[in-house]
């Protein structure tokens, strides 16, 4: 059976361990847009890119 440590370095955990980063900043956006900050600024701000921004303040 694997301990903590050894999952923590398999393949699937660190890949759901980026998307779930990747989900939280995503579900951050239309926060900041209602805040008033650009698409340019949120991107910058977050690390990403300015068309995963776009996508989703389109469809909020």
Excluded: H, R
């Excluded at 903590?4 to 759901?16: A, H, M, N, P, R």
């Excluded at 779930?20 to 579900?27: C, N, T």
């Excluded at 951050?28 to 847009?33: A, N, Q, V």
């Amino acid at each position: 059976m694997l301990g903590l440590s050894e999952l923590k370095q398999t393949k699937v955990y660190q890949e759901g361990k980026l998307e779930g980063k990747l989900e939280g900043k995503l579900e951050g956006i239309p926060f900041m847009l209602s805040l008033g900050a650009t698409v340019e600024q949120i991107a910058e701000a977050l690390g990403l890119d300015i068309e995963q921004v776009k996508q989703v303040a389109q469809n909020n």
